[in-house]
C-alpha cells in the first residue's frame, strides 16, 4: 500500500534531492511537499516528478520559521490525511554572523526554526502516525563536532540530534522509528560565496577530499526511512571529516 509522506522545505538542496529519491524508488500513494517562500521552484519541481507521482504531490507553503507556518501545515495535513507514514523534517537556516554580533532575535530565529516547529509539528501530528511510521531530522555534523563558524546553528542541531535519541519513547506505542542525519560540508546554496582557498582548506579535512553531494545524504536518508531496524540514532555523513586535522 502506498504510503503519506510530508517534507518540510523539499524544494531544494537536500530536501529536493529526497523528493527525487523517493520519486524513484517509493510507493507513493500521497506527497506533501512544503516550501517557504519560492514558488517557482515549488512548481518546477512537481511538475519534474512523473505524471502519476504528480498527481498524488500536493505543494504546500507555510513559513516553517513561524508558528502561523506550522499550523497551516498540520491543519493541511489533518484535512487531507488520515494517517502519515513517512515525516522528514529538513527545514533548517543558519548564520555566519559573528557570536559577538548575535543578538537574541537572531538566536531565537534559529532555535524556533530549527528545533522548536519540528518538536511542534511532530506533537501536533503525533496521532495520525501509522504503526511503524518513520520520522527523519536533518541535523548537522556540526551539531555533534563543534564547527568554528556559527554557534547557535551548532547548538540547534546539537538539539536536533537529541531529540531523535528522546522522542522515540513518546512513539513507543507504535513503533515509529525516529532518527537524524547529520551531512557534514554539503555542495547547496549554502555553499554559494565561498572561496576556493575556504574550499581546500576544508577539502583537506575530508578523508574523501571533497564536500558531498545532496543525492547522498538522500539516499543514506531513504535507506534509513526503509529499514524498521534503525531507531534512535543520528547517522553522519560526512565523508570522513577531520580524519585529516
Given at each position: 500500500m502506498g504510503k503519506n509522506i510530508?517534507?518540510?522545505?523539499?524544494?531544494?538542496?537536500?530536501?529536493k534531492s529526497i523528493v527525487e529519491k523517493i520519486a524513484k524508488e517509493a510507493d507513493v500513494a500521497h506527497l506533501i511537499i512544503n516550501y517557504g517562500h519560492n514558488e517557482e521552484a515549488a512548481i518546477a519541481l512537481k511538475e519534474s516528478l512523473p505524471g502519476e507521482l504528480q498527481a498524488k504531490t500536493e505543494l504546500v507553503q507555510a513559513d516553517m520559521s513561524e508558528e502561523a507556518g506550522l499550523l497551516k501545515l498540520v491543519d493541511y495535513v489533518k484535512e487531507h490525511f488520515d494517517h502519515i507514514d513517512w515525516l522528514i523534517c529538513n527545514t533548517g537556516i543558519g548564520t555566519y554572523m559573528k557570536f559577538d554580533e548575535y543578538t537574541m532575535d537572531v538566536w531565537d530565529k534559529i532555535i524556533r526554526t530549527n528545533v522548536t516547529i519540528p518538536v511542534f509539528l511532530i506533537q501536533k501530528l503525533k496521532n495520525l502516525f501509522a504503526e511503524g511510521?518513520?520520522?527523519?531530522?536533518?541535523?548537522?555534523?556540526?551539531?555533534?563536532?563543534?564547527?568554528?563558524?556559527?554557534?547557535?546553528?551548532?547548538?540547534?542541531?546539537?538539539?536536533?540530534?537529541?531529540?531523535?535519541?528522546?522522542?522515540?519513547?513518546?512513539?513507543?506505542?507504535?513503533?515509529?522509528?525516529?532518527?537524524?542525519?547529520?551531512?557534514?560540508?554539503?555542495?547547496?546554496?549554502?555553499?554559494?560565496?565561498?572561496?576556493?582557498?575556504?574550499?581546500?582548506?576544508?577539502?583537506?579535512?575530508?578523508?574523501?577530499?571533497?564536500?558531498?553531494?545532496?543525492?547522498?545524504?538522500?539516499k543514506i536518508t531513504y535507506d534509513v526511512l526503509t529499514n524498521d531496524y534503525i531507531n534512535g540514532t543520528v547517522i553522519e555523513v560526512t565523508g570522513g571529516y577531520g580524519y585529516f586535522g
Open positions: 510530508i517534507i518540510t522545505s523539499g524544494t531544494a538542496g537536500i530536501g511510521g518513520k520520522i527523519i531530522f536533518m541535523a548537522s555534523y556540526s551539531g555533534i563536532v563543534p564547527y568554528s563558524s556559527s554557534v547557535v546553528y551548532g547548538t540547534s542541531k546539537a538539539a536536533v540530534c537529541f531529540l531523535a535519541k528522546t522522542l522515540v519513547k513518546e512513539f513507543d506505542g507504535k513503533q515509529v522509528c525516529i532518527n537524524a542525519i547529520a551531512p557534514g560540508f554539503i555542495e547547496t546554496r549554502w555553499q554559494d560565496g565561498r572561496s576556493e582557498e575556504s574550499y581546500q582548506r576544508i577539502n583537506a579535512k575530508i578523508a574523501a577530499h571533497r564536500f558531498g553531494k545532496p543525492e547522498e545524504v538522500a
